[in-house]
Nanobody
Framework: QVQLVESGGGLAQPGGSLRLSCAAS????????MGWYRQAPGKQRELVAT???????NYADSVKGRFTISRDNAKNTVYLQMNSLKPEDTAVYYC?????????????WGQGTQVTVSS
């Protein structure tokens, strides 16, 4: 019902910047919280940042002050501006959308986009 397509990943140098985009389509009307998660090889998927429909944001301590999540409701798109990138930011970044239905919440995931930070 909801399709999420990430883009903007790639290779960046330490200290560089990337901007990730996630476009939502389908049954988007009940989407409440959207967010970005990442998973490095051999590690569990971890929360990076979330944003509610009201614009309230939450960040992992490791990215606070460096990453900014934003949401464009007109374009049904969530963004993640990543500045001051570090090698430890290297991971597959996944877009997440939490859709609130009358009796349950359903989470949707994008296919992921690779972010590699290396010199």
């Amino acid at each position: 019902q909801v399709q999420l397509v990430e883009s903007g990943g790639g290779l960046a140098q330490p200290g560089g910047s990337l901007r990730l985009s996630c476009a939502a389509s389908g049954s988007i009307f009940n989407i409440n919280t959207m967010g970005w998660y990442r998973q490095a090889p051999g590690k569990q998927r971890e929360l990076v940042a979330t944003i509610t429909s009201r614009g309230s944001t939450n960040y992992a301590d490791s990215v606070k002050g460096r990453f900014t999540i934003s949401r464009d409701n007109a374009k049904n798109t969530v963004y993640l501006q990543m500045n001051s990138l570090k090698p430890e930011d290297t991971a597959v970044y996944y877009c997440n959308a939490r859709r609130l239905l009358p009796t349950k919440a359903v989470e949707h995931w994008g296919q992921g986009t690779q972010v590699t930070v290396s010199s």
